[in-house]
Structure formats: C-alpha cells, structure tokens
C-alpha cells in the first residue's frame, strides 16, 4: 500500500459538460415526478378528512339517537320502580325517548343541509338531457 493515494488521478471529482447535462435532466425529471406525488397526497388528504368528517356526523347521530333511548329508558325504569307500574312508563319513557333522538337527528340534518347549500349552489348545473323525452 502507498500512502501517496496514487488512485487519486488529476480528473477524479470532476464530470464533463455532457454527463453534467444528463444528471440535471434526470434531476429536473425526478423533480417533477415528485411535485406530482406530493399534489396527488395533497388531494387524497383532503378527501380523507372529509370522509373522516362524514363517518363522525354519522357517529354523532347514531349517539343521539341510542342516548335517546337510553336515557328515556333509565328515567321510565327508575319511574316505574318508585310508583309500582314497572312496565307502562318504561315503555312509555322509551317512546317519547326514541322521540327525543329522533328530534335532535332531524334537527342535526337540517343543520347540516343548512351548511351544504351554499356549496351546491356554487357547483356547475348539469345540463339536461332532451332526448328523455322521446
């Protein structure tokens, strides 16, 4: 072994015009490609979170309705064993309960409905179809 580094030659480190051309071609092609992953994830993310935002509306109504249930229930059964009547005000409590649920997922869709209207005024209208009526 030297210790002159005699695999050192005058030209090492250095790369001429044409294959200096071609790295930064396939560097701008790489570039490129990568801007289209990054824009492609930007749009998956956001259909993500509104899907996410979907699932927890539905969440949100499926609870109020089962709470409804459950906490007219709980009232008709606790009634029922104060005054001796056990089944006729818990069935009578659930009832107006599941009517209690019921109420508040109306009153959530209508919420709802209220806040997309302004986005599906602002979407293009579809044209019609003439030849239907033939």
């Known amino acids: 072994m030297s210790d002159q580094g005699d695999d050192l030659g005058p030209g090492r480190g250095q790369i001429s015009p044409e294959e200096r051309a071609a790295l930064k071609r396939r560097s701008e092609g790489i570039g490129k490609r990568l801007d289209e992953v990054k824009s492609r994830q930007v749009a998956g993310r956001s259909h993500d979170n509104a899907r996410g935002a979907a699932y927890g509306q539905a969440f949100k109504i499926a609870a109020e309705l089962i709470a409804g249930l459950v906490f007219g229930g709980a009232v008709g059964w606790f009634l029922d064993k104060q005054f001796g009547t056990l089944p006729f005000l818990l ?3 659930v009832m107006i309960g599941f009517a209690a649920g019921l109420l508040n997922v109306i009153r959530g869709a209508r919420q709802a409905q209220a806040a ?5 005024r602002a979407s293009p209208s579809v044209a019609d179809d003439e030849d239907d009526e033939k």
């Open 91 to 93: 069935v009578l409590f």
């Open 116 to 120: 997309a209207e302004p986005l599906q």
